[in-house]
């Protein structure tokens, strides 16, 4: 990873570069941001910039030895603490493939959180956690010299998912620090960590993106429309995470389901919206927030064809048809009611409210509002 891969944060990103052009580089940093954040994404850039052979004065070179082994995760002076399922055994090719689960996690989703992990190393509702065995583990490695690089780093991914031994081992080495060895705690919640370790550590914080970064992310690299970059922007409030996951979920394949839950709402049919809310229930959480999606952007189209452009609305031709008899129902004084009634489910449902209320409250207001 290198800085320039980071959308925006310069201030951050100057702040790190300085303290290794000035020789002021802490042994214990700790790299604090919320979900969907750039703390992971920043502690790999620094880390790079630390080992990078040929430094510039706005970011690693790129093309080095360490650079390019960095960009691989494969540096044997680069070392990871997260949290796994369960022990992991140490014959066999247990710990290598866990290894290549995790880099192949990194390099994808540098910006998603403990759950998406799980779901990426397929080990979905186990208990996780850094077990004290991986922190002896690396201590033991980090007693060596660095082999190839300036300095030994440390990434610690969600440390706050250690319980009190290997958090013991952890603060001994943070309390002596052996030289040319640098600790990242990546954290996205502070509360959970013991303070012991946190007086220990430097602060950086990394503040989450503004909603035009992650509109220029999406428009730049990944070749979103500028009007839905903007609208998926808003809804992913600074978490790019969240962002990825809203462009990948949405689909056509929300439109029966949106059609149907309208159908009830129109009818005024509250058994049906009842039973309905199971079946939102179904969808989890990043499906509502497609769903959601979905359903604010077919609401926009409705209203874009309202007001006489229909060459704007660039829907497949089934949700198109959709759409045109929606217009009809939905008028100036309904729609924006309504898309607020989205807005709002949308937010109660990132913060994991309960689903099911939040789709029958929806749907019972989307009700009263179309009366
Ligand atoms: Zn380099």
Redesign the pocket.
């Known amino acids: 990873m290198l800085f320039s891969e980071i959308v925006g944060l310069e201030d951050t990103k100057q702040t790190l570069i300085n303290s290794v052009r000035n020789n002021h580089v802490a042994h214990a940093q700790l790299f604090l941001g919320r979900d969907g954040s750039a703390n992971l994404a920043m502690a790999l850039a620094y880390a790079?910039y630390l080992?990078?052979?040929?430094?510039g004065e706005t970011d690693?070179?790129?093309?080095?030895?360490?650079?390019?082994k960095?960009g691989k995760l494969v540096h044997p002076d680069l070392h990871f603490l997260f949290p796994v399922a369960g022990k992991i055994e140490e014959k066999g090719s247990a710990r290598a493939e866990l290894m290549t689960n995790w880099r192949g996690f990194v390099q994808e989703m540098p910006y998603a959180g403990v759950q998406d992990w799980s779901t990426f190393a397929g080990v979905d509702n186990k208990q996780m956690s850094i077990a004290v065995d991986e922190v002896r583990e690396m201590i033991k490695d980090l007693s060596l010299k660095a082999f190839e690089g300036t300095y030994k780093v440390v990434i610690m991914w969600q440390p706050q998912m250690m319980a009190a031994a290997p958090a013991n081992a952890m603060l001994k080495i943070l309390e002596e620090p052996s030289p040319k060895t640098v600790f990242i705690l990546v954290v996205n919640d502070a509360e959970k960590i013991m303070t012991t370790i946190i007086s220990r550590t430097q602060l950086i914080n990394i503040r989450s993106f503004a909603a035009d970064e992650i509109e220029k992310y999406l428009v730049e690299r990944l070749e979103v429309l500028p009007k839905n970059a903007a609208q998926i922007a808003h809804l992913a409030d600074g978490n790019l995470q969240a962002a990825f996951t809203i462009l990948n979920e949405v689909k056509n394949d929300n439109l029966p389901i949106f059609q149907l839950w309208m159908r009830h709402c129109f009818s005024r049919n509250y058994t049906e919206m009842v039973l309905m809310a199971d079946e939102f229930h179904e969808l989890k959480r990043e499906g509502q927030k497609a769903l959601l999606y979905f359903a604010l952007t077919v609401l926009r189209d409705a209203l874009v064809m309202n007001y006489g452009h229909p060459g704007m609305v660039k829907l497949p031709e089934e949700s198109l048809a959709f759409v045109k008899n929606f217009a009809k129902v939905v008028n100036d004084k309904n729609i924006e009611p309504i898309m607020n009634l989205l807005n709002e489910a949308y937010y109660h449902i990132e913060r994991n409210a309960n689903d099911k209320l939040v789709f029958v409250d929806t749907s019972i207001q989307i009700a009263r509002v179309i009366k």
């Open positions: 790079t080992n990078c052979e040929d430094k690693s070179c790129g093309k080095c030895g360490s650079c390019s960095m």
